[in-house]
């Protein structure tokens, strides 16, 4: 079952902060975070693991509540290049299994 | 290191043809994956496979198949396109060694599908 992202969209002025959210009606074993440029493929921005592992590269951080079987993905002091949709990805048992919510489209203005 | 390579990166078809989309990684990764974009809908998982000889469905599995021989490869066949198969393809590789630095998944170019 796909996860559920809010919000569908948001728009921010240049160095403000947006929260995008992720939830799951399944436990959860990790959460990924990508980012899609229009017309491009998307692009591994995160991940976190059930135990509180954490790896990515981008300066974006994220948040994952196993209980609750959310996360939260946080843009701070956003900049241009931050514009684009958000995917969250979860995967509920093998590795191989991973499933996209619907997408938070993201426009980040001067 | 080419990363994801999708081929063909274009096609139209006519209902009731078949063909295949070609998906090959050069990173020894041990999983792959086929996913259809439409508007609105995110990405949806077709099938995929955790090593050679190994598959499985995902979400949208009907009308596709996919087989897997090697490492490399993981083909994604449309036995007889139908009009709403009309989407962007999008294949994607990953490993789960969590001593590399980053085990996302990485995502081929795509292949934009019409069938008219």
């Known amino acids: 079952q796909q996860p559920v992202q809010s919000p569908q969209a948001v728009i921010l002025r240049e160095g403000e902060d947006a929260v995008i959210n992720c939830s799951s009606s399944?436990?959860?074993?990790?959460v990924h975070w990508y980012r899609q440029k229009h017309g491009e493929a998307p692009v591994f921005l995160m991940i976190?693991?059930?135990?509180?592992e954490q790896k990515g590269h981008e300066k974006i951080s994220a948040s994952f509540n196993e209980k609750k079987q959310q996360s939260s993905l946080y843009l701070t002091a956003s900049q241009l290049s931050y514009s684009g949709t958000y995917f969250c990805?979860?995967?509920?048992?093998?590795?191989?299994?991973?499933?996209f919510g619907a997408g938070t489209q993201v426009v980040v203005t001067p | 290191n080419a990363g994801v390579t999708q081929t063909p990166k274009f096609q139209v078809l006519k209902t009731g043809q078949s063909m295949t989309l070609q998906c090959a990684q050069d990173?020894?990764?041990?999983?792959m994956s086929w996913y259809r974009q439409d508007p609105g809908m995110g990405l949806r998982l077709i099938h995929y496979?955790?090593?050679?000889?190994?598959?499985d469905q995902g979400e949208v599995p009907n009308g596709y198949n996919v087989s897997r021989s090697t490492t490399e490869d993981f083909p994604l066949r449309l036995l007889s396109a139908a009009p709403s198969q009309t989407s962007v393809y999008f294949c994607?590789?990953?490993?789960?060694?969590?001593?590399?630095?980053?085990?996302?998944?990485?995502f081929g170019s795509g292949t934009r599908l019409t069938v008219v």
């Open positions: 994607a590789s990953s490993s789960p060694n969590r001593a590399r630095a980053n085990y996302g998944y990485t």
């Open positions: 399944k436990a959860l074993y990790s």
């Open positions: 976190l693991l059930k135990g509180g």
């Open positions: 990805g979860t995967l509920t048992d093998s590795w191989g299994k991973l499933q």
């Open positions: 990173m020894n990764h041990e999983y």
């Open positions: 496979s955790v090593g050679a000889g190994i598959t």
